[in-house]
């Protein structure tokens, strides 16, 4: 099993920056594989932002690419999301997700909020 927490999001003025953070406890014999950030907002569906391999090679959604950099650090289970020159369409509830073995855990998810 694993739990997830994410820390870092709140409010900020278009073209600021925001670091989200997202920790991971591990209880099982599974190792974390793949870890990732989905932006969801009201009447829509959860959408990827970026992943990352445990060997550190990441994607990007389009929207996103440029601005926003994932990196992990695998002694301490832990993911991050820089979010740089946030514009409104990144407002939403950011969930942070990891595959571990055949199995995909999610946080309980951190609100970003942008305004003009």
């Known amino acids: 099993q694993v739990q997830l927490v994410e820390s870092g999001g709140g409010l900020v003025q278009a073209g600021g920056s925001l670091r989200l953070s997202c920790a991971a406890a591990?209880?099982?014999?599974?190792?974390?594989?793949?870890m990732s950030w989905y932006c969801q907002v009201p009447g829509k569906q959860r959408e990827l932002v970026a992943r990352?391999?445990?060997?550190?090679?990441?994607n990007y959604a389009d929207s996103v690419k440029g601005r926003f950099t994932i990196s992990r650090d695998n002694a301490n289970n832990t993911v991050y999301l820089q979010m740089n020159r946030l514009i409104l369409a990144d407002t939403g509830v950011y969930y942070c997700?990891?595959?571990?073995?055949?199995?995909?855990?999610w946080g309980q998810g951190t609100q970003v909020t942008v305004y003009p």
């Open positions: 997700s990891a595959v571990a073995g055949p199995y995909t855990y």
């Open positions: 591990v209880r099982g014999s599974f190792a974390i594989n793949v």
């Open positions: 990352i391999t445990n060997d550190g090679n990441g």
